[in-house]
């Protein structure tokens, strides 16, 4: 049963990790790395945002989950 924690933590972790990247709000790779900051300017998320921010927080909570199930069953 650890396994399967372990397994599903891992892919919710690769999940999570490429989720957040894909959020990065600079243009392109370079955004990425902080080279395309136009400031400090909060718009709000609309489309395709505001669908990948609830996935990112989805993600978060069974992330959390998983890793405290793993840690509950005996890892």
């Avoid at 790395?33 to 909570?61: A, D, M, N, P």
């Amino acid at each position: 049963m650890v396994n399967y924690f372990s397994i599903a933590l891992i892919i919710t972790s690769i999940a999570l990790i490429a989720s957040v990247i894909i959020q990065s709000k600079g243009v392109g790779l370079g955004g990425l790395t902080g080279g395309g900051s136009t400031g400090g300017v909060y718009t709000q998320r609309r489309g395709i945002e505001k669908i990948l921010f609830w996935i990112t927080i989805g993600l978060s909570i069974l992330f959390f989950i998983l890793t405290l199930l793993t840690i509950i069953t005996g890892n």
